[in-house]
């Protein structure tokens, strides 16, 4: 008798990638980078499911991780690239070659996942930037540029550069040989450098929700603010530490 347990993974899997393409059709149909957001942010809910209900339920299996790296590609790859790319089209049109720059992070977004699942040492954390990180920068500043137009940080960011060079030092990043810390605890994990740079990440994020609640500030800047820290302290970590 077949398990239907074993097909949980996979469905939520499906979910994620669900939730990938009705962000693009967001985008790039109806102009609407505030639903996308919200349609990732599903979809980031999903990914961390799926993993974690494959570890419950002992559903582990070769479908499951290809289907994993699809989903991410277009949730945390195509998606976010489109959402820039559709934040600067609708403001400049397409006759700015800028404008098209962004859509290299869906690029550099397959060649990392192709990476991580061909690279041993990113077992229990990462080499270069997650894509769904790198997702969550790119769509929390589509989303507050699209709800909070007149924001000091929509108006900063509304030119022909700084998305832009945002998307090459993101794909940079995708690809590099950073080591990142995973967000994800393991069972009998001790508190080892990893453990020690989520306390500061956990910290740097309770940090950035206080400093945007007391501004006034729209809640998309504190996502913002929090993945821009989590590079900040493993490229310091990269730079200055060396676990013993």
């Known amino acids: ?16 990638l669900t939730c990938g393409v009705l962000g693009v059709i967001s985008c790039t149909v109806f102009h609407r980078m505030d639903i996308a957001f919200y349609l990732m942010l599903a979809g980031a809910v999903c990914d961390f499911c799926d ?3 494959a570890r419950a339920l002992d559903a582990y299996s070769p479908l499951g991780k290809e289907l994993d790296s699809l989903a991410d590609l277009i949730s945390f790859g195509l998606l976010p ?10 403001e400049f049109g397409p006759q700015q070659w800028q404008v098209w ?12 996942l192709a990476k991580f699942n061909t690279d041993e040492r990113q077992t229990s954390s990462f080499i270069g930037l997650a894509t769904p990180a790198c997702a969550m920068i790119c769509g929390s ?6 709800v909070c137009p007149d924001s000091a940080l929509s108006l900063a960011c509304n030119n022909l550069w700084v998305i832009p060079a945002m998307s090459i030092a993101l794909s940079l990043l995708l690809v590099s040989e950073i080591p990142m810390f995973s967000m994800k605890i393991h069972k009998g994990e001790s508190m080892n450098l990893a453990m020690k740079l989520r306390l500061i990440f956990a910290g740097a994020v309770i940090f950035s929700a206080v400093m945007v609640a007391v501004a006034g500030l729209n809640w998309s800047i504190c996502v913002l603010f929090s993945f821009i820290a989590y590079i900040i302290i493993n490229i310091i970590c990269a730079i200055f530490v060396r676990e013993k």
């Open 51 to 53: 993993g974690l209900s």
């Open 1 to 16: 008798m077949i398990k239907i347990t074993k097909f949980i993974p996979d469905t939520i899997t499906s979910m994620n």
């Open 101 to 112: 720059v962004p859509l290299v992070i869906a690029v550099f977004s397959g060649v990392r």
């Open 141 to 146: 500043l589509s989303y507050n540029m699209c």
């Open 81 to 90: 690239s489109i959402m820039l790319f559709m934040t600067l089209f609708l």
